[in-house]
């Protein structure tokens, strides 16, 4: 009969998680296997040392690099504070002088004369890692960290952000997020929308401390007013938005698919674990919402829908994935067996389908997901 | 050596980053081998599937219900089955990996690391993140970074010739720390290419060790006033060719089950075009328009030269190319008003479901409006690559390390032969769409033959050829390449409204003669019925191929399309006007017979 392909999103009810945290730099485990921890807590630490800021010495002082050590005050160990003097030059009997000041607090690591930089290494600083996870801890090395816990699971098609966590809340089921709809109830929360949401409904999001925002569908210019740029590669995650965005259906003005938001409604008022990374790409990375909902045990009833290659047959309920009919749901009625023509004149491999709407239509079988 | 081992039957796949194409080859009673049939599935490197060979599978399925030859058994293809099933030999290529996305380190952002982020953009890759000294992040958020980024490959330099060691060591340990796993982990390890101070290589090796695929280049900042950038830019090319397009998961299983050993795609593709190019004695270029890169050949007097350009494609990158391009370059090619957010909007989606197709028209010619601007970039890159890095040591200047120094090696006059393949090219619904598209990208001048890979099986032949080069000449000939259109195409001083050329067809039934106007598409539909011969007589200003205002007279070649003259000049330059521009695209399309709409609908 052929198969059919989703993007392989997953969203499960209810399935084993499990999250590898890795330690920071030098860092030690804070936990140890069989402890319960929450989304929150920290699972390992580090004291790091602090970011190296180089000082183009000669280049301010206007010496060539060789004859930059001679003219500075300072020396390699030396502790210096942020605007303290390192060196200075006077030309034309002291009528221009030139100073070198240090733009950070740190102590002095290396003077080069090769290349003429003074080298600044500023304090160390504690670093922590967070379970990100509310479950229990399952194995812990020198690098790393697991969190495991059951939980239920959404995966979206694109995000934007990194890892969260909030309480979930629907504020609008089927029409898009607008002002209206956020309130200062919104602080903290991840807020769900059924459709779409407008650049001035996020900006107000943002104003609400609003800590994620679930939605079908975006616009492009939407994306494009957020992060000020065309996406060209999509690999996102470490966007410093104050947010973090998943949309679970795709660009332009889309309907969210009934079963995921019937499973985020089951859930709202509940604490989530969220993260907008994308790598799209061979190797694909979706962005997530994961709800623990039972603390971790080796079950063996959670229960993934993630797909597999699913036959389709007669009666087969599908999503169809393009336009004209992107974001429809429909039954499947004929599976030519031959490839048919289609409007683009393309000879493919088609379906004949009942839309939810009661149309029947042909669909390429490529734009179609299988949703049983 | 076909005959000795009586080879029946033949399974190709090539697996790409959006789709797996197969096909089968069988030996006729007449003892000819034809082309039986192709069946095509989704590429499975993503989860739930995570395994090349599902989609595979699933291809040869699709094709034995075509074929009604049974091919599949048990989840594997047969093989040294009866002579009315299975095949004798299975042989795959593979660009499943996709696209390179690169990291650079260096030790100053203004120096070093901006000569190798030069050297990395000019082989074709995009550069996630560049991580220098003076960046600003501490360690630590470098090593979160390389780690979320999951670079393909990593250019590290840093260093004039004798300057600073200390730092590179120092990036090399953050490097160590930060053990960058490939998107697929299974049988490389990152190549790290070395392109900095050489003093510290043996420590930067010392430190990263057997972790890392390290690979020594020429420093791409010997000194603070030159850059080389050309030994980089080709160790990037080589190590995504051979290590990073071909990997998928399930790459070791497919390893298992073929008859040879898998070849890169670029590989066997451009395996077919240098034979092309060598017995035909003429120059040929050809591109492959792929969902996360495409790849332009040439064979030009006997030089052949590949590139990958690894970030313009039509699924995984198309937005990367909306992006490079800019959308009133896609644009300018529709027949229709369209916006930016129609634009966009259909390319992010076909990016987030990149095995989708146009069902509409509307979609289809929006994507051959990227297709165009996709095989302009790779076309571009390939001219660059040809010519401009030849020279090795430049003086560092944005503009010096892009601009072609000297006389560009491959010019669109001296191509004999221009094929095009890929899924937008192979597939295209109409074969006069596939032509229009390779007129408006390629732009050639004079005569060129026109080909298209009747069903996107070049690669699926090349490595075919290393085994059996005879069976893949023979269907390269019968089933592969199909002459689209002969073009003749004008340059020179076109002045508007008046004739720029007499064109004479003879046909044993007696001459016709034609004046030419500029700004125009003319196709010649005879060849379809008979062979013919014409007769060109440009205006003494004008050029057909020969020269300025120099009359030939040649034969044409029976063709899909047929004659296809172009009087739009060169370069070819679009109306400002929205609507005139939309006219003209239209009265272009209707004059090739691209599409039916009405040139003023």
Request: glycine share 8%; aromatic share 6%.
């Amino acid at each position: 009969m052929g198969n059919a392909f989703t993007p392989g999103l997953l969203i499960a009810p209810r399935t084993a998680v499990t999250k590898t945290r890795k330690l920071p730099l030098g860092g030690h485990a804070t936990v140890s296997v069989g402890d319960i921890v929450t989304h929150d807590q920290t699972v390992g630490m580090a004291n790091h040392q602090g970011p190296l800021t180089l000082v183009r010495a000669a280049e301010i002082l206007e010496l060539d690099n060789d004859r930059m050590e001679k003219h500075l005050s300072c020396h390699v160990g030396d502790i210096v504070e942020k605007d303290q003097l390192l060196g200075e030059t006077s030309h034309f009997f002291d009528l221009v002088r030139n100073e070198c000041r240090s733009p950070v607090k740190g102590f002095i690591e290396e003077i080069s004369p090769t290349n003429g930089f003074i080298a600044i290494r500023e304090p160390a600083t504690i670093l922590e890692v967070s379970a990100y996870l509310s479950g229990t801890v399952t194995r812990v090395s020198k690098t790393d960290v697991d969190v495991s816990c059951t939980a239920c699971v959404i995966q979206g098609i694109f995000g934007l952000g990194g890892e969260s966590s909030g309480e979930i809340m629907i504020v609008s089921e089927d029409e898009d997020i607008t002002l209206e709809n956020l309130t200062e109830e919104c602080e903290g929360k991840i807020i769900v929308g059924g459709r779409s949401i407008e650049k001035d409904a996020i900006d107000m999001a943002k104003l609400c401390k609003v800590k994620g925002i679930v939605v079908a569908s975006i616009e492009h210019k939407v994306i494009h007013d957020i992060l000020g740029e065309y996406i060209g590669v999509a690999i996102t995650g470490q966007e410093n938005l104050g947010f973090t965005l998943i949309v679970t259906e795709g660009f332009g003005k889309l309907k969210m698919d009934s079963r995921t938001m019937e499973l985020l409604k089951q859930h709202k008022g509940e604490t989530a674990s969220f993260n907008g990374s994308t790598q799209i790409r061979a190797g694909v990375v979706r962005p997530e919402v994961i709800i623990p909902v039972l603390e971790y045990c080796e079950s063996k009833d959670a229960k993934s829908s993630l797909a597999v290659a699913k036959e389709l047959q007669i009666g087969t309920r599908i999503r169809i994935i393009r336009s004209p009919y992107f974001g429809e749901l429909a039954e499947v009625t004929e599976l030519p067996e031959q490839p048919e023509a289609i409007a683009t004149e393309a000879k493919v491999r088609v379906l004949k389908a009942k839309l939810d709407s009661g149309e029947t239509a042909t669909i390429p079988r490529a734009n179609v997901e299988i949703i049983d | 050596m076909a005959e000795e081992r009586k080879i029946n039957a033949i399974i190709a796949t090539d697996c790409g980053s959006t789709t797996t194409k197969v096909i089968l080859i069988t030996r006729t009673p007449e003892g000819e081998y034809r082309l039986a049939g192709r069946g095509e599935a989704p590429t499975t490197v993503e989860a739930p599937f995570d395994d090349v060979t599902i989609g595979v599978i699933n291809a040869v399925t699709e094709l034995q219900e075509i074929t009604g030859r049974k091919l599949v058994e048990n989840g594997k293809i047969i093989l040294g089955g009866d002579s009315n099933e299975g095949a004798d030999l299975y042989l795959s290529t593979s660009s499943a990996g996709g696209g390179l996305q690169m990291a650079v380190i260096g030790v100053v952002a203004s120096l070093s690391a901006e000569s190798a982020q030069r050297a990395a953009l000019g082989a074709g890759a995009i550069i996630i993140d560049s991580f220098t000294y003076d960046d600003g992040r501490t360690e630590q958020d470098r090593v979160e970074r390389i780690r979320h980024i999951r670079p393909d490959m990593v250019l590290f330099s840093g260093g004039t010739e004798g300057g600073t060691t200390k730092h590179l060591v120092e990036m090399a340990e953050t490097l160590l720390m930060a053990d960058p796993k490939p998107r697929f982990g299974e049988l490389f390890k990152v190549p790290v290419i070395f392109a900095g101070n050489s003093e510290a290589l043996p420590l930067v090796t010392d430190v990263l060790g057997k972790k890392v695929d390290l690979i020594k280049v020429n420093n791409v900042r010997p000194t603070m006033e030159e850059e080389d950038l050309n030994d980089a830019g080709q160790a990037i090319h080589r190590l995504f060719l051979e290590h990073v397009m071909a990997q998928a998961p399930g790459y070791e299983k497919l390893m298992s089950w073929v008859s040879v050993p898998i070849m890169p795609t670029p590989s066997a593709f451009g395996q077919c075009i240098a034979a092309v190019g060598e017995k035909e004695k003429i120059n040929v270029l050809a591109a492959d328009i792929g969902g996360a890169t495409t790849d332009v050949f040439s064979s030009v007097n006997g030089r052949f030269t590949r590139t990958v350009s690894a970030n313009y494609g039509m699924s995984y990158n198309i937005c990367n190319v909306v992006k490079e391009a800019g959308f009133e370059n896609i644009l300018r090619w529709l027949p229709f008003e369209s916006s930016v957010n129609e634009l966009w909007d259909m390319a992010l989606n076909k990016m987030i479901r990149p095995t989708t197709i146009p069902q509409t028209a509307r979609e289809l010619l929006i994507e051959q409006a990227i297709v165009r601007e996709a095989l302009r970039l790779s076309f571009a890159h390939h001219m660059r690559l040809a010519g401009g890095l030849k020279g090795i040591v430049r003086q560092r200047s944005v503009a010096e390390a892009f601009e072609q120094k000297g006389a560009a090696v491959i010019n669109a006059g001296d191509m004999d032969l221009i094929i095009g393949s890929g899924g937008a090219l192979s597939h295209a619904p109409r074969r006069r769409q596939t032509a229009l598209i390779m007129l408006d990208s390629f732009e050639p001048e004079g005569i060129t033959e026109l080909d298209v890979d009747s069903i996107f099986m070049l690669p699926h032949l090349g490595v075919l050829s290393s085994v059996e080069p005879d069976i893949a000449l023979e269907v390269l000939h019968r089933d592969c390449l199909i002459p689209i259109a002969t073009s003749l195409s004008l340059k020179g001083q076109l002045k508007e409204k008046e004739v720029c050329a007499e064109l004479t067809i003879n046909t044993p039934e007696g001459e016709t003669n034609y004046k030419l106007y500029p700004g125009r598409l003319y196709r010649f539909t005879e060849t379809a019925e008979k062979l013919f011969s014409f007769t060109i007589r440009p205006d003494r200003e004008v050029d057909a191929g020969e020269g300025p205002g120099v009359e030939y007279e040649r034969k044409a070649r029976f063709s899909a399309v047929g004659l296809v003259i172009d009087t739009r000049g060169r370069p070819l330059v679009l109306p400002d006007d929205p609507k005139e521009r939309i006219r003209k695209n239209r009265s272009w399309a209707k004059a090739i017979g691209a599409f039916d709409m009405e040139e003023d609908s």
